[in-house]
């Protein structure tokens, strides 16, 4: 069975320092993995995606995420945080279910606060 | 710009008083998806329409039902909404393409029952 574990539910920075949300996950075979961002009261923004290839993958506002299959690790790091990036973080993996539809399976979040 | 749209954004209703949630999308996108946020929780996918072909999930509560009337169109029915049934409610579609597709999310509609 798929799952995914942020293990820092809330993280505080100072404004232009670097970031690094933690994400593990569990999956039985090449997973699809997914950090999306959402601020209170708002739908889901995907920041990047990784499907195969580089594992180095750069996404928007910044964000880039390296997958590490021997940690089973899809950690999202930006080098330097604006107080913009205030929010909650997803991780997630996708599963690909028999009709081909790609249904996600979300860690528990990790909520940014950015101090001045 | 193409987009998820969901309707209402608010929704309050009464403890046991059938309540229907909207989504539409102008993605032209083949599946649409569910999902319930309880709050300060990751999103649970409900269930999801591949096409016209309805997908639920195994835990999903039979209080749960969807339809979706055409492409772009979906709707969430809670038959008897629940004090634990408030929640934020996302939509999300995808155009499948080999399984490798990301899911486009709505605003969500955070629903009060009373």
């Known amino acids: 069975a798929q799952s995914v574990t942020q293990p820092d539910i809330h993280i505080t920075v100072s404004e232009g320092a670097s970031l690094e949300l933690r994400c593990n996950y569990s999956?039985?075979?090449?997973?699809?993995l997914f950090w999306y961002v959402q601020s209170p009261g708002q739908g889901l923004q995907l920041l990047l995606k990784?499907?195969?290839?580089?594992?180095l993958v750069q996404g928007i506002k910044g964000f880039e995420a390296e997958f590490k299959r021997s940690q089973s690790s899809f950690n999202l790091r930006k080098p330097s945080v604006h107080w913009s990036d205030a929010a909650e973080y997803f991780c997630?993996?996708?599963?690909?279910?028999?009709?081909?539809?790609?249904?996600?399976?979300f860690g528990t979040g990790t909520r940014l606060t950015v101090i001045p | 710009d193409a987009m998820v749209i969901q309707n209402p954004r608010y929704q309050v209703t009464q403890f046991g008083k059938p309540v229907t949630l909207s989504c539409s999308q102008t993605?032209?996108?083949?599946?649409m998806y569910w999902y319930q946020q309880k709050s300060s929780q990751a999103p649970k996918l409900l269930f999801h329409?591949?096409?016209?072909?309805?997908?639920n999930e195994a835990d999903t509560p039979d209080n749960f039902q969807s339809r979706r009337p055409n492409t772009s169109f979906c709707f969430l029915d809670i038959r008897s909404p629940g004090l634990g049934d408030a929640a934020m409610y996302l939509c999300?579609?995808?155009?499948?393409?080999?399984?490798?597709?990301?899911?486009?999310f709505g605003p969500g509609t955070r629903l009060t029952v009373l």
């Open positions: 990784y499907f195969s290839g580089d594992t």
């Open positions: 997630a993996v996708g599963r690909t279910d028999q009709t081909g539809a790609n249904n996600l399976f």
């Open positions: 999956y039985g075979a090449t997973p699809y």
């Open positions: 993605l032209n996108h083949n599946v």
């Open positions: 329409y591949y096409d016209k072909d309805f997908n």
């Open positions: 999300a579609t995808s155009r499948v393409a080999g399984g490798r597709n990301e899911q486009f």
